[in-house]
């Protein structure tokens, strides 16, 4: 049963939030999320995370390195409360992509020079994680973590001293995703070295925000950093033999239907993708394009309630998304908007919803 401040995730959209309201009658809830934004949504379609804590939006299972308790500064503990066994594994759509995450908080931030640090791994898919992290070199190699986690759960993984850092300058990670007791699609398995700059423990700068946690941390992909790996190991004959292939370039603005009736409509708005040559244009010129784009696109859907349009900005300087959102405050204020999902676009997009 749902009840009012509830945290809550949505069973077939990206996000959640907190239940502010309850209409029994409809058997609807009204759950704010991270923008303030108020989403209606049916109760059957929204599952209740447990044992949630201020560190991060997943449920946290009792984890015995650590006694019952994680400890989420010097000073204060988070009880941390076991999920029940019969419970079943609710999946959503988006958790079928693999992602996984290490997750590195400083214990004090004040002193990054002499702090020690806190390691977790996020599980952010459907699929149970068998995972091993393992340090040294040739035939002095060590496990230094292992075990399978469970799917949208965070484990703690290791206390790192300040004297151990260099030790996971090369952490080689092996990780392979399965499901209990029922048929799935086959994931690749992960199985690479990370190589960590350890200079970057050193900066605040490192240490940022996240969709996962509410403490500031150095958030690692694991999924992206094995693909960077691959990437890395093509050959200059390979990727030569792949420019040359390179297929004709699309119309642009390049804006993508998913379905062809009320589904989320993509806008690329990277300067590359709206021209073919940029030469000669100043950044004004860039940004003034993209914005007629933005308008353009807005008129064009402006009669088309509960629309849903991603525009995709990438992370940058900012600059596109300050003027986007500034736009958004003033000249369409009954519109919503709130950053588009995380799990699909990083922090690089903003999806707007069409109101009238």
């Known amino acids: ?8 995730r949505f069973l ?21 999320d991270a923008d303030g934004f108020e989403i209606p949504a049916l109760a059957r379609e929204c599952v209740v995370i447990q044992a949630v804590n201020e560190k991060t939006n997943f449920p946290v299972k009792d984890f015995s390195a650590k006694s019952n308790t994680a400890t989420v500064s010097p000073s204060k503990e988070v009880k941390m409360e076991e999920p029940k066994k019969s419970e079943p594994v609710v999946e959503t759509t988006e958790g079928e992509i693999l992602n996984a995450f290490l997750a590195f908080f400083p214990k004090d931030i004040k002193r990054l020079e002499t702090s020690g640090y806190e390691c977790y791994l996020v599980n952010d898919s459907n699929y149970y994680l068998f995972y091993n992290l393992v340090t040294g070199e040739d035939n002095n190699r060590r496990s230094i973590a292992n075990g399978t986690i469970e799917p949208n759960m965070q484990e703690f993984i290791n206390d790192i001293e300040k004297s151990q850092l260099n030790d996971w300058e090369k952490v080689r990670v092996q990780i392979i995703p399965f499901k209990k007791d029922k048929t799935y699609t086959e994931q690749n398995v992960l199985d ?9 423990f050193y900066k605040l700068h490192s240490f940022t925000e996240t969709d996962y946690f509410d403490d500031l941390c150095m958030l690692i992909s694991l999924t992206e950093e094995s693909q960077k790996k691959q990437l890395a190991e093509i050959s200059p004959a390979e990727i030569k033999q792949a420019l040359q292939q ?4 699309q119309l642009r603005p390049r804006i993508i239907h998913k379905q062809p009736k009320n589904e989320i409509i ?5 300067i590359n993708a709206l021209i073919d040559n940029t ?8 940004i003034g394009y993209q914005m007629e784009t933005f308008h353009r696109i807005l008129e064009e859907n402006k009669n088309k309630k509960g629309q849903k349009i991603v525009f995709i900005h990438g992370k940058g300087e900012g600059v596109l998304k300050n003027e986007i959102e500034k736009q958004l405050k003033s000249r369409y204020k009954n519109y919503l908007y709130q950053d588009a999902s995380f799990r699909e676009y990083g922090f690089g997009a903003t999806m707007v919803i069409i109101k009238q």
């Open 1 to 8: 049963m749902i009840k009012t401040g509830d945290i809550v």
């Open 12 to 32: 077939n959209a990206v996000g959640g939030g907190k239940v502010t309201r309850i209409d029994e009658k409809k058997s609807m809830v009204y759950v704010e």
């Open 192 to 200: 690479f070295t990370l190589r960590l700059n350890t200079v970057k």
């Open 246 to 249: 390179k297929a004709q370039p």
């Open 266 to 270: 993509e806008v690329d708005l990277h």
């Open 279 to 286: 030469a000669g244009l100043s950044n004004a010129d860039m």
